[in-house]
């Protein structure tokens, strides 16, 4: 156990576009967040993390950049992200930056200088050829575009307008470390990462696999050749400041994300997986398939064992790239009950928690009536390429599923016109169900969502078992409910989440059988917490996506 700050806190992200309009214009801001930062605090996080809130013309929704250290004029100006800062430590919340520098946005200045020609000083900023190489972009088509101006090819792994920066120049390098200290000096605490295990790539650039889609050539820029030699020099910035690093790590594994995280490599204080999130699909075209708890109880206990001890972990079942959870593996139909539920299953794991908006109030997935209703680049690019061969009623439907925009409707924060998000109409749609599903109504009812998570977070936060002790999971082939057990000294605490909308026996590991254990937390209201009673095999059922949380000691 070690006393690093970010162990015992948990994050709120804020995608700050459907946050929350302050001034008026249809469009979330910094004035909206300002706001509403005591709320954020009432939640009990300690933290927040700001996607994006960069100039950017929004192809990629500020993941792409065109001036790494201003404010978007949409959202605000340096002078109004100051105050949003001053306020949040004053509430004891630390605030983290997107710090994306795998790409720029196409309208970046050092784009715009470096297609201008190779006696450019920014001609080597990006990845030009003159022919390209077999790759696909994740987003949009093949993964390299003819520019014009140059006469050359650009490598973009994202969108088109999202060209790749050159990290193997040492300039591109020194301007990733000026970005840090612009913010840092300005008193934020950290960064999260954007694909930040994408930022070396294999020298040549070797065509990638055949006949695979999308991902063909990933082996040769994921965790490329140079990644911890760069990372060192991120960490160094870092270091000189109190500060933190959560890396994204798309399709990361265990054993390549243990070189950022721990011995002489270690570059990050914890980076986000992705294996727990498909259990109802695969990678990121997003395949679509039927939810199965062993997949998500699988993927959550191999980091758990793999990093006990050594790393730690960044908890997360939503963001800004994934469908609604409740969508996904709860029930709309059973909402307060799978939400809450869903709550338990990932706050009390080991690792430091990250709560995205609308997710602690219940907020699902949107269902919009056709494809230009999306606003989203990768939903369009799925919907045009990946389901050709089906109907256009059952390409919509895998959008409905798949969409991040369901992750990007503005939050509900009452029964007014507009979920109370804008006076206005707001820049995107408004999930229908906020007339019901809102903060207002949540704050007023004792057993919402919003409650239970404020109840969990707190209890989190009291417990040094929760936040350090051991992880172990029970009955990792029961298709139906999650156990785990954490364990520091001779306190436990047996987590039990049922996954089903039909009743089923609660299993009880055969050596507590009979123990007496208290009941710290339940989501059903009529079975109030704080009651001791003896647990026995057999004895009770789980309701529908019944969550308990026992503690006991041994
Ligand atoms: C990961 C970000 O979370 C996602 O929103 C973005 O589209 C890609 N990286 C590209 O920056």
Redesign the pocket.
């Given at each position: 156990m070690d006393n690093e700050w970010y162990k015992r806190m948990s994050f709120y992200q804020i995608w700050i576009r459907s946050f929350k309009d302050g001034n008026g214009d249809g469009i979330g801001d910094l004035y909206g967040v300002y706001d509403k930062l005591e709320y954020i605090r009432s939640l009990g996080v300690d933290g927040i993390w700001f996607?994006p809130i960069y100039p950017s013309p929004n192809a990629?929704?500020?993941?792409?950049i065109s001036d790494y250290k201003d404010i978007h004029p949409d959202y605000g100006t340096l002078e109004q992200f100051k105050k949003v800062l001053d306020k949040a430590h004053a509430l004891g919340l630390k605030v983290i930056m997107?710090l994306?520098v795998?790409?720029t946005s196409d309208e970046h200045k050092w784009f715009k200088e470096s297609r201008k020609g190779k006696d450019n000083p920014y001609s080597d900023y990006y990845i030009w050829r003159d022919k390209p190489n077999n790759w696909d972009s994740?987003?949009e088509g093949k993964a390299w575009e003819y520019d014009e101006e140059r006469g050359q090819y650009y490598l973009h792994?994202?969108?088109k307008k999202?060209p790749d920066l050159n990290m193997d120049n040492p300039k591109v390098r020194e301007e990733v470390k000026s970005i840090m200290r612009f913010w840092l000096d300005m008193g934020v605490d950290g960064f999260r990462e954007?694909?930040i295990n994408f930022i070396s790539k294999k020298e040549g650039l070797p065509n990638g696999i055949p006949f695979v889609p999308a991902v063909n050539g990933m082996p040769f820029y994921k965790d490329g050749p140079h990644i911890h030699e760069y990372m060192a020099e991120f960490r160094k910035v870092c270091e000189e400041y109190d500060c933190f690093q959560v890396g994204?790590g798309?399709m990361t594994t265990v054993r390549s994300a243990m070189k950022y995280l721990t011995g002489p490599t270690k570059s990050l204080d914890m980076m986000f997986s992705f294996d727990h999130m498909m259990a109802d699909c695969l990678y990121t075209e997003y395949v679509h398939r039927p939810f199965k708890l062993y997949k998500y109880k699988r993927a959550l206990s191999k980091w758990q064992y793999a990093l006990q001890g050594k790393a730690w972990n960044a908890l997360y079942i939503e963001?800004?790239?994934h469908p609604r959870i409740i969508s996904r593996y709860g029930s709309e139909r059973y909402r307060r009950e799978s939400g809450t539920m869903l709550a338990v299953s990932f706050l009390f794991l080991q690792g430091t928690p990250f709560i995205y908006q609308g997710q602690e109030i219940g907020m699902s997935n949107i269902r919009l009536r056709s494809i230009d209703d999306y606003e989203d680049?990768?939903s369009k690019e799925n919907f045009h390429k990946y389901h050709l061969k089906d109907s256009l009623e059952r390409r919509l439907k895998r959008i409905h599923i798949s969409s991040?925009d369901s992750a990007r409707t503005p939050v509900q924060w009452d029964s007014s016109a507009y979920a109370g998000f804008s006076k206005k109409k707001p820049w995107f749609f408004v999930n229908p169900n906020y007339t019901a599903v809102n903060v207002a109504a949540e704050e007023k009812d004792p057993d919402s969502i919003l409650n239970f998570y404020r109840k969990c977070l707190n209890l989190r936060k009291n417990s040094r078992t929760l936040i350090y002790g051991s992880y172990r999971e029970y009955f990792p082939k029961d298709p139906e409910v999650y156990i785990y057990e954490r364990a520091m000294g001779n306190i436990r605490y047996l987590i039990i989440c049922s996954f089903v909308k039909h009743k089923v026996f609660m299993l009880v590991p055969k050596k507590y059988n009979g123990m007496k254990m208290e009941l710290v937390l339940d989501n059903y209201p009529d079975i109030r917490s704080g009651q001791v009673e003896t647990v026995k095999i057999g004895s009770c059922l789980l309701k529908p996506y019944e969550a308990r949380v026992y503690r006991f000691h041994v």
């Amino acid at each position: 156990m070690d006393n690093e700050w970010y162990k015992r806190m948990s994050f709120y992200q804020i995608w700050i576009r459907s946050f929350k309009d302050g001034n008026g214009d249809g469009i979330g801001d910094l004035y909206g967040v300002y706001d509403k930062l005591e709320y954020i605090r009432s939640l009990g996080v300690d933290g927040i993390w700001f996607s994006p809130i960069y100039p950017s013309p929004n192809a990629d929704f500020g993941y792409d950049i065109s001036d790494y250290k201003d404010i978007h004029p949409d959202y605000g100006t340096l002078e109004q992200f100051k105050k949003v800062l001053d306020k949040a430590h004053a509430l004891g919340l630390k605030v983290i930056m997107d710090l994306v520098v795998n790409h720029t946005s196409d309208e970046h200045k050092w784009f715009k200088e470096s297609r201008k020609g190779k006696d450019n000083p920014y001609s080597d900023y990006y990845i030009w050829r003159d022919k390209p190489n077999n790759w696909d972009s994740l987003f949009e088509g093949k993964a390299w575009e003819y520019d014009e101006e140059r006469g050359q090819y650009y490598l973009h792994l994202f969108a088109k307008k999202q060209p790749d920066l050159n990290m193997d120049n040492p300039k591109v390098r020194e301007e990733v470390k000026s970005i840090m200290r612009f913010w840092l000096d300005m008193g934020v605490d950290g960064f999260r990462e954007d694909v930040i295990n994408f930022i070396s790539k294999k020298e040549g650039l070797p065509n990638g696999i055949p006949f695979v889609p999308a991902v063909n050539g990933m082996p040769f820029y994921k965790d490329g050749p140079h990644i911890h030699e760069y990372m060192a020099e991120f960490r160094k910035v870092c270091e000189e400041y109190d500060c933190f690093q959560v890396g994204e790590g798309p399709m990361t594994t265990v054993r390549s994300a243990m070189k950022y995280l721990t011995g002489p490599t270690k570059s990050l204080d914890m980076m986000f997986s992705f294996d727990h999130m498909m259990a109802d699909c695969l990678y990121t075209e997003y395949v679509h398939r039927p939810f199965k708890l062993y997949k998500y109880k699988r993927a959550l206990s191999k980091w758990q064992y793999a990093l006990q001890g050594k790393a730690w972990n960044a908890l997360y079942i939503e963001n800004h790239d994934h469908p609604r959870i409740i969508s996904r593996y709860g029930s709309e139909r059973y909402r307060r009950e799978s939400g809450t539920m869903l709550a338990v299953s990932f706050l009390f794991l080991q690792g430091t928690p990250f709560i995205y908006q609308g997710q602690e109030i219940g907020m699902s997935n949107i269902r919009l009536r056709s494809i230009d209703d999306y606003e989203d680049v990768s939903s369009k690019e799925n919907f045009h390429k990946y389901h050709l061969k089906d109907s256009l009623e059952r390409r919509l439907k895998r959008i409905h599923i798949s969409s991040r925009d369901s992750a990007r409707t503005p939050v509900q924060w009452d029964s007014s016109a507009y979920a109370g998000f804008s006076k206005k109409k707001p820049w995107f749609f408004v999930n229908p169900n906020y007339t019901a599903v809102n903060v207002a109504a949540e704050e007023k009812d004792p057993d919402s969502i919003l409650n239970f998570y404020r109840k969990c977070l707190n209890l989190r936060k009291n417990s040094r078992t929760l936040i350090y002790g051991s992880y172990r999971e029970y009955f990792p082939k029961d298709p139906e409910v999650y156990i785990y057990e954490r364990a520091m000294g001779n306190i436990r605490y047996l987590i039990i989440c049922s996954f089903v909308k039909h009743k089923v026996f609660m299993l009880v590991p055969k050596k507590y059988n009979g123990m007496k254990m208290e009941l710290v937390l339940d989501n059903y209201p009529d079975i109030r917490s704080g009651q001791v009673e003896t647990v026995k095999i057999g004895s009770c059922l789980l309701k529908p996506y019944e969550a308990r949380v026992y503690r006991f000691h041994v």
